[in-house]
């Protein structure tokens, strides 16, 4: 296996875009990834995206966007694993880079949630979940993380407030991300009075709907320095897989799909959780938040929150978190989410991460996860 | 929506039918034909109480399509006396009265419906207990059979 390197990387602002169409957010990400390594031509694409099919009524994602991008005749195609879709176009891409059948690959997500009524997005989101017996009870994506929230306040104890630093910390990093969707402070008087959605989730729980593009390019990392002067180095991809509905888990509140992820990921890199400089988790709603950090090995079952309450997640803290908004406050186009954090974690190794730079990081990792932890692709990335 | 999807999954959503597997005794549902726990073939029909307890809930506003006219309406996971959670909405009971550990039984009601002239979707869906009315009743055992309505044909094409 050959060891594979980040050469370039792009990304839109993410937001309602009711100028750009789909096929636009995405050229625009992958020209500006192309462009930062220096490259007019790839070798191939992979674009993840969850919902336009849906949406957008366009699937065949590969074919349209490679051919919008001025790159015809290229191997490319559509990866979906719901809101883990680009971390799974990523391990797509590494994987073919790395097992030597192609050299130069970009890999993308993409989505285009704001052309449709709410209703109908609410429905597409909950294709996430188990269709025959989550969706049809009529249970909403949000619904399923307010079971998750309530049971887990009403097992460890927490009040509804000891959420609220998730949510404070991700809006403070948004602020200096030209990138994000919500560039603004929030405040805990804010968070504690926000608009309920599904009890005990309100508005300041959870991500918003979105559009946006990002992508990164992929090239043997014994070719990387023809292209930049800032290579980061792939440490690990790794995917795991748990049940689709909550009901079917052994226990609702343990991500087990994340721990092997993550464990897979860390035996990879030959690290453990406390070597990494930050961490980009998959803050869909805090709950998740904290049931990440729990499966990623960052606190004992029940103690994730903890985290967030005793000050550890901020830019200075032990384990930075949301670095550049997360979800919450960068913005949650779902099926472009996990390459988002990619970027993010590629712009702090390559210390262009500006008034949000980790000091000296060398190593970050990315975990993006599907539906309500069924899909979960963990990405660590090192400094060359 | 299509009639074969809902008809071919009538038993358990009107009885709850599911499975018990013939290797570890695993109590299954919905059914899967393989058994979650030890992954061997478990086809052994199984028909559940339907009674269990509230594990958690919630009560969405923003409902997805299909549901629209419903809300608000309060979900739960429910845990069932046999031991598997299910989803299910909750019915014939004011939201400020459910609480975790609540006693709840399963009735047959309309799930969703397509428009004027689309299915009407039934399935189960819980309330609270014979003899529960509040959050500050005690659970009370009751043999509660399952409801006679529940294995009348009630899927109706308009």
């Given amino acids: 296996m050959r060891d594979v390197s980040i050469i370039g990387l792009g990304q839109t602002v993410v937001g309602e875009h009711w100028d750009k169409s789909l096929r636009m957010l995405g050229y625009e990400a992958l020209n500006s990834a192309m462009a930062s390594a220096r490259i007019e031509r790839i070798d ?19 074919a349209l966007i490679a051919d919008f991008s001025g790159q015809r005749g290229i191997e490319a195609m559509k990866i979906e694993a719901a809101c883990g879709s680009a971390g799974a176009a990523f391990r797509v891409g590494y994987a073919m880079v790395a097992g030597g059948m192609q050299d130069v690959v970009a890999v993308m997500g993409v989505e285009k949630m704001t052309d449709q009524e709410s209703s109908l997005t609410t429905s597409a989101l909950a294709m996430a979940a188990d269709a025959e017996y989550e969706a049809l009870q009529g249970l ?39 990138n994000a969707m919500f560039r603004s402070l929030i405040t805990a008087r804010q968070f504690a009075d926000a608009k309920p959605i599904a009890d005990p989730i309100n508005l300041l729980d959870s991500s918003p709907i979105a559009d946006g593009a990002a992508c990164v390019i992929l090239a043997p990392t014994a070719m990387a320095r023809e292209f930049t002067d800032k290579p980061v180095r792939v440490r690990a991809s790794a995917v795991a897989t748990d049940t689709v509905a909550v009901h079917d888990r052994r226990d609702p509140l343990y991500l087990e799909g994340g721990a092997i992820s993550a464990q897979k990921a860390y035996a990879q890199a030959g690290i453990g959780p406390w070597d990494l400089d930050l961490f980009e988790v998959h803050d869909a709603f805090t709950i998740m938040s904290a049931l990440s950090l729990e499966a990623a090995g960052f606190a ?33 186009p779902v099926g472009a989410t996990g390459m988002y954090q990619i970027v993010e974690v590629t712009q702090q190794l390559r210390g262009e991460a500006g008034a949000n730079q980790v000091r000296d990081a060398r190593l970050g990792m990315a975990q993006n996860i599907g539906g309500s932890g069924a899909t979960v692709v963990t990405t660590i990335l090192e400094r060359a | 929506m299509e009639v074969a999807r809902y008809w071919r999954t009538t038993q358990q959503r009107y009885r709850m039918e599911g499975e018990i597997c013939p290797t570890c005794s695993g109590k299954i549902f919905p059914p899967r034909d393989v058994c979650p726990h030890c992954q061997h073939e478990a086809k052994t029909p199984f028909t559940f109480s339907g009674r ?75 309330r609270p207990a014979f003899g529960v009315s509040g959050s500050s009743s005690q659970a009370v055992a009751v043999d509660v059979r399952a409801p006679e309505h529940a294995q009348h044909e009630v899927m109706i094409a308009r």
């Fill in chain 2, 52 to 126: 269990g307890e509230i594990f958690s809930y919630s009560t969405i506003h923003n409902a997805p399509q299909g549901f629209e006219k419903f809300a608000p309406y309060t979900v739960a996971l429910v845990r069932l006396t046999e031991g598997p959670l299910v989803t299910a909405q909750l019915t014939d009971v004011d939201e400020h009265d459910v609480y975790i550990g609540m006693p709840v039984e399963m009735v047959t009601r309309v799930l969703r419906e397509d428009g004027e002239r689309g299915l009407l979707v039934y399935g189960f869906k819980f």
């Fill in chain 1, 300 to 332: 004992p079952r029940g103690k994730g929150v903890r985290l967030a309450l005793d000050g550890e997640i901020g830019i200075g803290g032990r384990l930075p978190i949301t670095t550049m908004g997360g979800l919450k406050a960068r913005g949650h």
């Fill in chain 1, 44 to 62: 191939a694409l992979y674009v993840g995206n969850m919902l336009s099919g849906e949406l957008t009524k366009q699937e065949h994602l590969g």
């Fill in chain 1, 140 to 178: 909403s994506f949000v619904g399923i993380n307010a079971l998750l929230m309530r049971r887990y306040m009403h097992e460890h104890g927490y009040k509804k407030d000891d959420f609220a630093q998730f949510a404070i910390n991700a809006h403070a990093n948004a602020v200096n991300n030209p």
